[in-house]
Each structure stands twice: as structure tokens, then as C-alpha cells.
């Protein structure tokens, strides 16, 4: 028989082959002989889209037909990373396509790696909703993440003699395949203005909004989908454009530059990802951004409500908000604005509708990272919720009055309002109060939310507390990053654990088969070579793929404590130099991150990084024994090739800063063992693969309080460790900076004088439990038996667990069976 197959949805190698020729042909206008490679890798990107787009739109379709409550993941940051591989493995489509690709005489993974990846976001919190939103469409859970389009995302980082230089990220340049614009669906917000009061012809008081300027937000949609299901759920970014009336109403006033200026100020909403995690700026255009966003996801979702049916009084049964952080929290005056305003709703009803709509997720216990915006500012941009913020405040601080009168400070503590000083609206208040519950994102992270930063807020609503330890997908963390271990896992227990990854479990009984071991360590090695080979390639540095691979990538921020790292390889060092016989065990040293572009002291630590790897590399004594490498522009595609690589992971937060960490369960999944402190996840995740598989060293949270209570003096440490004075004298006295003894001065100065992440009260500590690594991998099987350990007892860190139980315990939601009909 023969069997005709559509050239868009056929999956045989002919028809495959026929598809990426049609596309290259038809879509980017060229023939073969003329195709760049990106030419081809789009004509490839668009013969994968186009065998998701039926599930896509069936999933669209099914949800708008039937009363399911939709899951909203308002985030401003989603780093998706690169999309075709995790498309071709959720489809189930990968080794088909790659042959399709190889005998259309093309190379496969040249293509693939043609990707620009999409770096909408910083780093933890915005690879999260990355996560978070393949978990909700591989259990087909009804939901829309909702985020801004930069035009350019997390800067392309280059190192430049040591230190770091930020390039703009120009990563729509060639095109983006995977999105779909829909002007059709454009939303307008306003900005600016004043309001007016009146009454409505029911003789009700209302008040409008008479705002200077109107922005148009036009969603462009990318679908995700889930692991072999036909949920495709929507990712819709918002880009600003001025409105299209623009230019009528300035040349009705004659006022045409200042109609092009218009337009400019309204396109730069959505021009930038600010580049800076935790200290927040308060700069306007972030607010601008964050509205402007909130304003039409939360329209775009009443629009949808009204299409299902007809009143908003149950707008919290159609959906729920996750609030990613404080970034999207002025939704909820925007909530409240929306149905009180606009749609006529009292003001207690809309309250109540707006409490069970949003939830709200903590990420940061650093004080400096909650976000707060200047009263002034506020009011000038968005006069209209001000007012509603006051109002809401009122209303609130009575509630409070009543339960404890005369409780003056705690009232002060509580408020919307910060007015110790220049008066502030705190976000953190704003989204405790407008949502029906708040969590941390690990277990340590929760309980001191809950003692610390939102303790007021804990004593009056503790039913409203959860804890919601993070999690990261095994589709991407594992299947696509790591196939070779995919592979020999599946031929050991099957598929099943990449959906449910506590199967993993299983694999424990493997632990004692010298086979399986050594099959383990094999691949292990194979990715360390084929690491090694990518940084020969493209760094022109010789690792040995023999040597303990220890990593350290993440964003480069004082309290995750690079620096100690870097203190750490300089001890070992001197003790080459003493002794240039010492048996030590070989050591590569990898870091990865970028630093906030105005965050002076995290720039100097890449620096001292790259200046420590010069003398050490360069070091005839060391003898290839030490390696130390910065590699330039960490991101998604980079961290899929070395978590897989990693024997040991660099998980070293002073203990009550790091919220909860989601590097260190990728490494963990992919057999590196961690060496840490007792800080966020960390915690969990060496509860689970057992206290024997986990190098713990430094000050527990109790003990860094106390400590900082009776008086923390780093000169103590200082003077007491002469091997730590040996390596902190080595830098002051300009030894690798060419005999410079002021380019490392301020952070020298600052460890002497502040130390504020205790780094000199851990050292000792690190530096023992270093040795210990040290001895462990010096036995093989010990090693190895370790690391099989740690990956087959990650099964709670998968985000299909923690979006499970945000599913029951927080947004009420359940998974809906997509059909698939033509
Ligand atoms: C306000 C603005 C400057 C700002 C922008 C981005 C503030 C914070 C951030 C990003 C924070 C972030 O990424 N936090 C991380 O969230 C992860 C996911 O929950 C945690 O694993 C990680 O510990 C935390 O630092």
C-alpha cells in the first residue's frame, strides 16, 4: 500500500528530508546551493514546529471550549534556553530527525547548535519558569506562562584580560522560528496622567484614569510542549509598539517629533533585560516594564474569561496567578483596578477574588533584593494604583489594628508603605497581602521567610505559608543534556523515570555491579574528553580529562562565594611551591558566570579568577597537576554541556543566603557529588542521597547569626591560620597581578575589614573537607559508587514534583486530556 504522508506532520525519513527542502525553499527563499548554515538550521526549526503546531492549537482550542482553570506563571524573566533539541525529544522525534538531517547531507549538530538561545532571563529564578512550564505541559496541566519579548536579553559575556565585557544580545537578529506574533491580539496600557473622580448614572462613585501616554502590548506565543503528550501549552511574551493612531494625533497638533519620541519611549519598554539579580535599582523603566506586562497578561485574561462565559465574579475559578517573585506584583492593584474601574465590580468582592487569584513565590532572603519602589515614582506612573494601594493599606492596617491595638511598630513594620525615611511602596507587602499564599522555594528558605523576612506577616496569616522546595526538569537536565546516561539508564529500568523520577530509585540495586560501575564511569569519562575537546577547540586551553573536574558556574555574586573557591586553589598552590613533590590529585578548575554590569566587587572577582588561572597555568612546578579556567558566557547551552561533565559541584553559599540553589540538583542528577554548606536545597538534596554522599563543611545559619551577633572580627581568622594569611598576603602583595598590590586592594580590604559572607570563618572548614574530596576520588569505586548514589536519589528534585504540589496545594488545578482530532 502506499501510504501518503503530509509533508508537515509526516514523520518517515522521506517525508522529513521533503519538509526541510520544502521549508528551506519556500520559507527562507533559497536552494541548498545558496543556504547558510542558518538558512538550514531554520528550515529544520521550522519542520519541527510544524509537527507541534496541531497539538499547539488543539491544546488552545480545548482549553478555551471548557471551564479548566488555567495556571497564569507570571514571570519578567523565562530563560528557556535553546528550543529544538527538548521539542525533538518531547516529541519523541529526535533520532528520526537527526537521520533525516544527516542524509539530507547535512550536519546535524552543526545545525542545532546554529540556535540562538532565547536569555529572557538572569539566572535561577527566570531558568525556573523555564522548568516549571515543561513540568505543566508534561502533566498536562491547562496553563500560559506570561513574560516580556526583550529585544535583547542577559548580555553575551567576553573576557577581555581577565576581566568582564558585555556584549548586547542580539538574539532576533536571523529570525526566531518558534514564536508566532498576534497583532490581532494586541492590548493597550496607559501610563502616567492623573484620575478623575465622578458618578455613574447609577449615582456610584468611580474614578477614571486619564492617563499622558497609551502603549500597545502585541503577544508573540511559543508553544511548549510536554514529554510524549499532546499538551503544547503557551509561553506569550508582550513587546511594546506605540499605538498605531500615534501620528494622527501629533500632526493634528503639529507636533511631529514629539509623536516620534513617542513612539521611541513606548518601543524602549521592551527594549532590555535588566542585567542585575538581587540588589534592585529602582529605576523607572523596570517599573514601566513590570506594569506593562501585568497590565496585559491580567487583560488578556479577563478577555479570555469573557470569551468562556460571562461574569468575572469567579475570574479566581478560571485562573490562577503565580507571582514570580515581586517583579509582577503590582498585579494586584492592577486586579483590582481592572474589575473595580472597568468592570463595575464593589470593591469587597473584587478583593476577595483578587486574594484567591494570586499566589506568590519568595526567592531572596537578601534584604538588599526586596523590592521597593519610591513613592514619588510610583505615583507619577501609576497614579490610579497608588490610590488603590492606599486604599488596600487601609483596610489592611485596620484589620491589623484590631487584632493588635496600640501595636504602633507593628503596624509600621506591616505596611504597603515604608515611611521611615523617603516613603516606599514594598512589593513584598503588596504581594503578601493580595495573595492567598506565599512561598519559599526550599525548606530552609520557608522557615526563615517565615522567622525573618515576612515574620510579621507569618505571626497574622500562617495558614497562608508553604514551602515549595524548586525542582528542575529531568527532560532537559537529563534526556537532552546528557543522552549517554539516558541511554544506559533506560537499558537498566526503562523509560518510565523520565516522568517519574523517583524510579531512579531502582538503580540503587546496580550499585554493586562492578559493570554497571565501570559503564557509569566510562561515560562519565567520555563527556569529560569530549568537554575537554570543546574547550581546546574553542578556548585554546589543554584540560586533562583525567583530573577531578570541579565546577563552579553560576551568576558571580559575593554571597555564593567564588572568592572562596579562588582562596581554596591558591592554598593549594603554595603547598605545590613548598613542597613540588607533593602527591596531589589533579584538578580542573572550571567557572562559569557573568556579573551584574554595575557590580564592581563580583567584576573583580572574575578577574582575580582569570589572573590566579595565569600564574597557575603557567606554572612549570604545578606541572599540569592544577588547571584553573574561566569560560566566557555561561548560559543554558553551556550549562547542558558541563553539568554532565562535573565529578564535584561547587555548592558553597554562606549557610541563609542562597534561597535554595537549582545548579546544584542539575550536577547532582548528572553523578557530580557536592561539596557545600547547609544552605538552601542543598540541605534536601544531601538528606536525600545520604550524609556519607555529600561533602558539608562550613557554619551553619544558626551559627553565622550567632557569630555576626557576638561580633564577627575577620582579622581573628586572619591572624590565627597562617595558611590563610600565606594566601591572602599572596594577593595583597600584587603576586598575580604583575606586582600590582592595588588592583585586588578592595577586595582584599573587604575580607580584612568586612567579610560580610564569612568566607574566613568557613575557610579552615572548606579547606579540610577539599582534602577529603581529595581522598575519595583517589578510590575509584568509592567515587563512583557515591556518584550513582547521588544521581539515582534525585527523584524529588524533578519540577514535576514541586509542580504537583503547587497543583494541590496551591492553584487547585488538575490536568486536562488534549484529543488529538485533525
Ligand atoms: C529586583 C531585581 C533586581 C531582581 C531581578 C532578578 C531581583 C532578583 C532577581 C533574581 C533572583 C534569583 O534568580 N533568585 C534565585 O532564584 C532561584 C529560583 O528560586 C533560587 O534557586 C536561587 O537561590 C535564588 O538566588
Redesign the pocket.
Known sequence: TIKVEDDRTGLSLETLKRAIADNLFYIQGKYPAIATKNDFYMALAYTVRDRLLQRWLNTTETYLKSKVKVVCYLS??FLMGPHLSNNLVNLGIYDQVRRAVEESGLDFVELREQEEEPGLG?????R?AACYMDSLASLEIPAIGYGIRYEFGIFDQEIRDGWQIEITDKWLRYGNPWEIERPEASIDVKFGGYTQAYNDENGHYRVRWIPDIIVKGVPYDTPILGYKVNTANTLRLWKAEAPESFEFEAFNVGDYYGAVNEKVVAENITKVL?P??????GKQLRLQQQYFFVSCSLQDMIRLHLHRQDSLDNFHESFAVQLN?T?PAIGVAELMRLLVDEHQIDWDRAWQITQNTFAYTN??LLPE?L?KWPLSLFGRLLPRHLQIIYEINQRFLGQVRAKYPDDHQRIARLSLIDESGEKYIRMAHLASVGSHAING?AALHTKLLQQDVLRDFYELWPEKFTNKT?GVTPRRWIVVSNPKLAELINRKIGTNWIKHLEELKQLEAFVEDAEFRQQWRQIKQDIKRDLAEYVKKNHAIDINPQSLFDVQVKRIHEYKRQHLNALYIITLYNQIKQNPNIDVVPRTFIFGGKAAPGYFMAKLIIKLINSVAQVVNNDPDVRERLKVVFLPDYNVRFGQRVYPAADLSEQISTAGK?????GNMKFSMNGALTIGTLD??NIEIREEVGAENFFLFGLTTPEVYALKAKGYNPWDYYHANSQLKTVIDLISSGFFSHGDTNLFRPLVDSLLYHDQYMLFADYQSYVDCQEQVNQAYRDEEKWTRMSILNAVRMGKFSSDRAIREYCQEIWNAQPVNVEMQE
Open positions: 519578567a524573566e538572569n539566572g535561577g529564578l527566570g525556573l535588566y542585575n539579580d538581587e540588589p534592585i535599582q517573585d517583579h526567592h531572596t533584593a523590592e522555594v524548586n542562597e534561597a535554595s540553589g537549582t538552601g536545597a
